[in-house]
């Protein structure tokens, strides 16, 4: 889903490079990594075929 909040987001992103640099939310060129979701957050396919009985 995108929320579109850029300028936030920014705003954010330069917070964290400035305040915490070595972040490990941080790349080696201060781009942001983003956290895996977890498996119930996008299910696989065998999980919508079965409606959520096998998961």
Known sequence: ???EQYDLAQNNIEFLIENFPSSSRLDEN???ITA???KDAEPDFL???TLGAID
């Open 47 to 49: 999980y919508w075929v």
């Open 1 to 3: 889903m995108d929320l």
């Open 30 to 32: 201060n781009k942001f």
């Open 36 to 38: 895996s979701l977890p």
